[in-house]
């Protein structure tokens, strides 16, 4: 009995973080506010990033000179 108990808790856990992932991204995933030049892409976090995949590198050329970058 115990052990189903401790199941469900984690799994409520699980389904509360998850829920604030999609509510809150910006609070939840994002690691820091991002540089004045890209504030006008603070909302948009597929003009940066792959889903699944994180950043690309192909997304930072498009918009970007390659011996701008890093």
């Known amino acids: 009995m115990k052990g ?3 199941w469900m808790v984690i799994v409520a856990n699980l389904v509360v973080l998850i829920a604030l992932a999609f509510v809150f991204p910006h609070l939840m995933v994002s690691p820091g506010p991002l540089v004045p030049e890209h504030a ?10 792959a ?6 590198a192909d ?3 498009a918009c970007h000179a390659l011996p701008d970058i890093g």
């Open 40 to 49: 006008a892409l603070a909302t948009d976090c597929f003009a940066c990033h």
């Open 59 to 61: 997304r930072c050329i």
């Open 4 to 6: 189903r108990w401790l």
């Open 51 to 56: 889903p699944l995949r994180g950043a690309s």
